[in-house]
C-alpha cells in the first residue's frame, strides 16, 4: 500500500500536468502510471495523512489482515450482517477497531441505543413490567402499580412477574420478547424480510415495543446511562443522539414534559463524565416524525427553539426522522422549518436525507431540500451520487454525510456493502463520517460493527490506517461542538490514538 502525502494546491498542479502529458505521449509511461495512481492514492479519506513511523507500520500488519480478509470465500460485507455478525467478530481487524478510539457517534436514536439482553434480563425482569400482545404478532409493555386499563388491539395485560412464576423454563419466553425488541434473526434474513415494506414494518413495531419500557422513568434513567457505558466500552468518546423527547412516566401514571426529560438526559450526562474524565459528553437532537401534519411540525419547531433557549450548551438542534419514503417531503414542512430564520433564532437542522433508493420522486429532491434549509449534516445520503448538485454543494460547504453501513444494508438499500455510495464518496474525500443508527435494533453495539463495515467493505483495499484516523477525526469536526470544544476533544482523542498505535503497532492480533 502507498501512502502518499501531497499537499492539495501541489496535488492539483500534478493532477493537471500528469493529465496534459496523457495527451501527447505516444506509448504507455510507467513511470506515469505510478504517478497517477499516487495522485489518486492521495485523493481518498485519508491520503494525505502523513504517518508517524508507528502509525505506517500498524497500517502494514493492517493491509495485511485486510488483504487476508478479502480472500476469504466468506467475505462478511458482501453478506447480510445478520450472516456475517459472527465472522466479524472473529476477525483480527475488528478486534484491533474495538480498541481504536473512534470519536464520536453522530447519528444514534435515543431507543435503540442499548444492547436488547440488556433490556430483556435486566428491564422486564423488574417489578410491575405488564406486557400484552398485539395483534399483529407484536408485543407492548408497561409499568403500573396496578392493572394497566386494557389497550386496543391487544391481548389482556399480562404481570411478567406473575408469568414467569408459573413457568418452568422461562428461556423461551425471554427470547421471543428478544425477538420482538430487535429485527435480528438466526434464520434467513433475505427470507424473513423480503422487501422494504415487509422490513420496516418490523422495524416500526419494534420500536413501540420498546417504548413502554424504556420511557418508564426508572428505566429511562438507567438506559441512557448503559447506553453511554456501550459506547464507552467501544471506544467512542462522543455522542449525538437524536430523541424523540418522549413524555417519560411514573409507575403512578404521571407523565413529565420535555424540559424535565431534556434535563434528566443533561444530568445524567454530566454524572457519566464526572466518572469517566475521558469521555467528553452528549448532546441531544430533537426530532420529530416527518409523517406528521405542517402544524404538528411547526409546535415541534417551536418546541426546540425553546429548548435551545434553556439548554442551549447541551441541544444541538432538531431533526426529521421516520421511512422517507413514506413520510412528507422536507419542501412540504418549508414554512414550518423556516420559523427560526423568521426569528432571527439559530436553530440547527441535522436532516435525515437521502435515505432512499427511488430515484425522481418527491422524497428523492430531500438532499436538495436539506441544504437549502442549512442543514449541518446530512442523515444517511445514500441518494447522493444521483444528485451532482447536492454533492458539490455539500463538499464546499463542508456539510458531513452521516454514513450508516449496516442501517442501510439492513433495511434493504443496498446487499453488498462493496457497492455502497459511500466508497465513491470515500475515494474523493468527500466530508462524512461513520455511525451506527439504531445498533440495538440490528444486533450491533456502539461503532465497531459499521467501522469494520466501512473500512474493509466499501473502503476496499486502498482504504488504510489514514482513513480510519480521519474518519474518527471527522466525527469531531463535523460534530455541534463549538470550535473551542473540538479543539478540545481532538487533543483528547489524539492522546488515545497514540497509545492505540504504540500499543497495536506489534500486537499480535491473528
Excluded at 107 to 126: A, C, F, I, P, Q
Excluded at 283 to 290: A, E, G, K, L
Excluded at 469 to 491: F, W
Aim: hydrophobic share 40%; with cysteine; proline share 5%.
Amino acid at each position: 500500500m502507498m501512502a502518499v502525502h501531497l499537499q492539495r494546491p501541489l496535488a492539483a498542479m500534478c493532477c493537471l500536468f500528469l493529465y496534459c502529458l496523457i495527451g501527447v505521449l505516444s506509448s504507455p509511461d510507467p513511470r506515469l502510471r505510478e504517478a497517477l495512481i499516487e495522485l489518486e492514492a492521495s485523493m481518498q479519506t485519508g491520503g494525505q495523512m502523513v504517518l508517524t513511523d508507528a502509525e505506517q507500520r500498524l497500517d502494514a500488519l493492517l493491509l495485511k489482515l485486510k488483504q487476508e480478509e478479502m480472500s476469504r470465500e466468506d467475505f462478511p460485507p458482501a453478506m447480510h450482517f445478520f450472516r456475517a455478525k459472527h465472522l466479524i467478530q472473529t476477525s483480527p481487524i475488528f478486534r484491533l477497531l474495538q480498541k481504536m478510539p473512534k470519536g464520536g457517534a453522530l447519528h444514534v436514536h435515543d431507543v435503540s441505543m442499548v444492547d436488547v439482553e440488556w433490556l430483556v434480563k435486566n428491564v422486564t425482569y423488574r417489578p410491575h413490567c405488564y406486557m400484552c400482545s398485539t395483534d399483529n404478532m407484536s408485543v407492548r409493555f408497561i409499568f403500573s402499580s396496578q392493572s394497566p386499563k386494557p389497550l386496543a388491539r391487544c391481548s389482556p395485560w399480562v404481570l411478567l412477574e406473575n408469568l414467569r412464576a408459573k413457568i418452568v423454563n422461562t428461556t423461551d419466553l425471554d427470547n421471543s420478547i428478544r425477538g420482538n425488541l430487535s429485527l435480528f434473526t438466526d434464520r434467513d434474513p433475505e427470507a424473513v424480510y423480503p422487501s422494504q415494506d415487509v422490513v420496516w414494518d418490523r422495524f416500526e413495531q419494534a420500536f413501540q415495543a420498546v417504548w413502554g419500557l424504556v420511557t418508564y422513568a426508572p428505566v429511562f434513567r438507567d438506559y441512557f446511562y448503559q447506553g453511554l457505558t456501550q459506547f464507552y466500552t467501544d471506544n467512542v468518546m462522543y455522542l449525538e443522539l437524536r430523541a424523540m423527547l418522549p413524555e417519560v412516566y411514573e409507575l403512578d401514571g404521571s407523565t413529565h414534559n420535555k424540559a424535565w426529560t431534556m434535563k434528566t438526559y443533561q444530568d445524567i450526562t454530566k454524572q457519566f463524565v464526572s466518572t469517566h474524565p475521558d469521555f467528553f459528553g452528549a448532546r441531544i437532537i430533537f426530532t420529530h416524525q416527518r409523517r406528521a401534519n405542517i402544524s404538528a411540525v411547526a409546535e415541534a419547531v417551536k418546541e426546540a427553539m425553546q429548548l435551545k433557549k434553556d439548554f442551549p450548551d447541551f441541544l444541538a438542534g432538531f431533526d426529521l426522522v421516520g421511512r422517507e419514503d413514506r413520510g412528507k417531503p422536507l419542501w412540504y414542512f418549508r414554512d414550518a422549518l423556516s420559523l427560526p430564520a423568521k426569528k432571527g433564532v439559530q436553530l440547527p437542522y441535522f436532516f435525515h436525507a437521502g435515505e432512499t433508493d427511488l430515484e425522481g420522486t418527491e422524497v428523492d429532491q430531500n438532499l436538495l431540500d436539506a441544504l437549502l434549509l442549512n442543514t449541518s449534516r446530512i442523515g444517511h445520503g445514500f441518494a447522493l451520487l444521483r444528485h451532482p448538485v447536492a454533492k458539490d454543494l455539500s463538499r464546499k460547504r463542508g456539510v458531513a454525510v452521516e454514513v450508516c453501513p449496516i442501517s442501510n444494508q439492513v433495511l434493504k438499500l443496498v446487499n453488498d456493502l462493496r457497492n455502497h455510495p459511500a466508497a465513491a464518496l470515500m475515494l474523493e474525500n468527500h466530508p462524512l463520517v461513520i455511525s451506527s443508527d439504531d445498533p440495538a435494533m440490528f444486533g450491533a453495539s456502539g461503532l465497531s460493527y459499521d467501522f469494520y463495515e466501512a473500512f474493509v467493505g466499501f473502503g476496499g483495499i486502498k482504504s488504510h490506517i489514514g482513513s480510519l484516523k480521519e474518519l474518527a477525526m471527522n466525527s469531531i469536526r463535523y460534530s455541534s461542538l463549538s470550535r473551542e470544544q473540538q479543539k478540545e476533544a481532538l487533543l483528547l482523542w489524539q492522546r488515545r490514538w497514540n497509545t492505540f498505535v504504540t500499543e497495536n503497532e506489534f500486537l499480535k492480533i491473528n
